[in-house]
C-alpha cells in the first residue's frame, strides 16, 4: 500500500556508500539494493521514512527526515503548540 | 538487574507469570498457556496494555551452550510470547531489553529499543562470559532504534537482523543466519489489520458511551421516557464507530485516495448511506446524521495511521493539517442539525 510523501525525504550519497548491504538488510519494504558494490534506491514509493537504513549507515551516507507516522501523536503535538516534536505516547 | 521489581523505573512488579530471579539466567518456556492467550486478548483490546511486562535480562530457552546463538527482544510481554513459541525445539540464549513494555517496533522508533540499552544489557548479563562467539541476533525491526556499527564498537559484538517475524527465526538460524526476500518485508494483511483494530474501537468507547448517555438524557427530558427517538438518535453514532474502527481497517487497501481521512470519509458516507435506507429520516436529521458518521469515520480512520505498517511522519502531518479543520467543522454542523431536526 502506499500513503502520502512516501520517501520525499530520503537521500543516499552513492559517493560515500562502501556497499556493505545494511539499509537493504534492514529496510522494511524493500528500498535499497546493493548494485555493483554501491546501494541504490530501488523503490523510494516504498519508503515509510522509519530511519533504519540511516540509523545503521556507518558511512553516513543516508539522510531522512524520520519518524512515526501517527495521527494521533501529531494531534497531540499540535495541541500542545509542538509541531515537530511528535512523541508517540502509546505502545 | 533484577530487583525484585522489573527495574524499569514505573514502581510495579512484573505482572508476569516467569520468575523474576536475580543473578544467573532464568529459564524460559516454550510452551503458551491459556493464560497467556488471555493476557494476549485482554492488551489488544486495551486493558492494562501498558503493564503487561517481563523482567528484563538473559533467559535460557531449552538447552544453551556458550556456542548458541543469542536473540534479542523488547519486553511486552506479548512480544516475548510470541518469540519463545517460536523457538519450541531450539537452544538459545534470548536477551529481553527493557522496553517499558513496547513492542520491538515501536520501542524502536522511541530509542528504548536502541543502542545504549542493547549496550548495557550485553554487559549487564556478562555475554561476553556467558558465550564463546561475538554475535547477536536482532529482529530486523528493531534496527530503527539500534545502529548496529556502534553496537560493534562498544562491546564487540556484531548484530545480524534476523527476520521481521518470530515464527521465521527456527528458519533463519538453520539457514546460517540468512533471510529470504520475504522474510525481511513487512506485510499488513486483513488478520493484521483486525488484529490492530480494537485500539480505535477502544478510544472510541468513552465518547461513544458519554453521547449515548447525552441522547438518552434529550429523549427522556423531551418525552418524559425513552423512545425509539433515542434508538435513532444513537444508531449514527454506532454506525460511525463499527465503520471506522472495524470496516476501515478490514477495507483499507480497497478504499479510494491515500489519505487516511479521504478513505474514511468515504466509508462513512456509504455507511450513512445505508443507514438512511435502513431507517429514513426527515432531511434536516438525515443531513445531520450523515455529516456526524462522515467526520466521526475519517476520523477514526485518520488516527489508524499509528497502527499501519507504511504511513509517513511528513504524510500525516500534512493530512492532519487539513483534514482536522474539516472534521470539526463537519462534526460540529452535523450535531447541531441533527439535534435542531430532532426538535423541529
Known amino acids: ?91 | 538487574m533484577g530487583q525484585g521489581s522489573c527495574g524499569c523505573g514505573c514502581g510495579q512488579p512484573p505482572l508476569t507469570t516467569l520468575s523474576p530471579l536475580e543473578g544467573p539466567p532464568r529459564n524460559l518456556t516454550t510452551t503458551i498457556t491459556w493464560r497467556d492467550v488471555l493476557g494476549g486478548w485482554k492488551v489488544r483490546w486495551g486493558l492494562r496494555r501498558m503493564k503487561y511486562r517481563v523482567t528484563p535480562g538473559l533467559y535460557r530457552v531449552g538447552m544453551p551452550d556458550s556456542g548458541s546463538p543469542v536473540l534479542v527482544t523488547a519486553n511486552y510481554k506479548l512480544t516475548v510470547d510470541t518469540v519463545r513459541r517460536s523457538l519450541a525445539g531450539l537452544d538459545v540464549w534470548l536477551l529481553v531489553l527493557d522496553t517499558k513494555g513496547v513492542n520491538v517496533w515501536c520501542a524502536a522508533g522511541k530509542g528504548t529499543f536502541g543502542t545504549t540499552e542493547l549496550v548495557r544489557r550485553i554487559q549487564a548479563a556478562n555475554l561476553r562470559e556467558v558465550v564463546k562467539h561475538r554475535e547477536l541476533v536482532l529482529p530486523q525491526l528493531g534496527a530503527t532504534g539500534v545502529a548496529a556499527h556502534e553496537v560493534k564498537r562498544a562491546t564487540g559484538f556484531s548484530v545480524h537482523y534476523g527476520p521481521v517475524r518470530a515464527r521465521d527465526i527456527a528458519a533463519y538460524l538453520a539457514a546460517g543466519m540468512q533471510a529470504t526476500r520475504a522474510m525481511r518485508r513487512v506485510t499488513f494483511g486483513w488478520k493484521e489489520r483486525l488484529a490492530v483494530a480494537p485500539v480505535e474501537v477502544v478510544a472510541a468507547l468513552r465518547p461513544l458511551l458519554a453521547v449515548i448517555a447525552l441522547v438518552a438524557a434529550l429523549d427522556l427530558f423531551r418525552h418524559h421516557g425513552l423512545t425509539r427517538n433515542a434508538l435513532t438518535g444513537m444508531l449514527p453514532f454506532l454506525a460511525a464507530v463499527v465503520t471506522g474502527g472495524v470496516l476501515v481497517p478490514l477495507l483499507l487497501p480497497w478504499l479510494p485516495f491515500r489519505a487516511f481521512a479521504h478513505k474514511g470519509a468515504v466509508a462513512g458516507a456509504l455507511a450513512a448511506g445505508a443507514l438512511l435506507l435502513w431507517r429514513p429520516l426527515p432531511a434536516v436529521e438525515a443531513a445531520g446524521a450523515a455529516l456526524l458518521i462522515v467526520a466521526i469515520t475519517s476520523y477514526m480512520a485518520m488516527t489508524f495511521t499509528g497502527s499501519t505498517t507504511f504511513t509517513t511522519l511528513a504524510g500525516v502531518r500534512r493530512e492532519v493539517r487539513r483534514a482536522l479543520p474539516l472534521i470539526l467543522i463537519a462534526a460540529a454542523a452535523g450535531a447541531i442539525l441533527q439535534f435542531t431536526g430532532a426538535f423541529i
Not at chain 1, 2 to 21: E, F, I, M, P, V
Not at chain 1, 38 to 54: L, P, Q, W, Y
Not at chain 1, 64 to 69: F, I, R, T
Open chain 1, 1 to 91: 500500500m502506499r500513503y502520502l510523501l512516501n520517501g520525499h525525504s530520503l537521500t543516499l550519497d552513492a559517493a560515500l556508500c562502501n556497499g556493505c548491504g545494511r539499509c537493504e538488510e534492514v529496510c522494511p519494504h524493500g528500498v535499497f539494493a546493493v548494485v555493483e558494490r554501491k546501494a541504490a534506491i530501488m523503490d523510494r514509493a516504498s519508503c515509510m521514512e522509519c530511519g533504519a537504513c540511516r540509523m545503521n549507515c556507518a558511512m553516513n551516507a543516508i539522510t531522512v527526515s524520520a519518524g512515526v507516522g501517527c495521527a494521533a501523536a501529531v494531534i497531540s503535538a499540535m495541541r500542545r503548540g509542538n509541531t515537530g516534536a511528535e512523541a508517540c505516547s502509546c505502545g
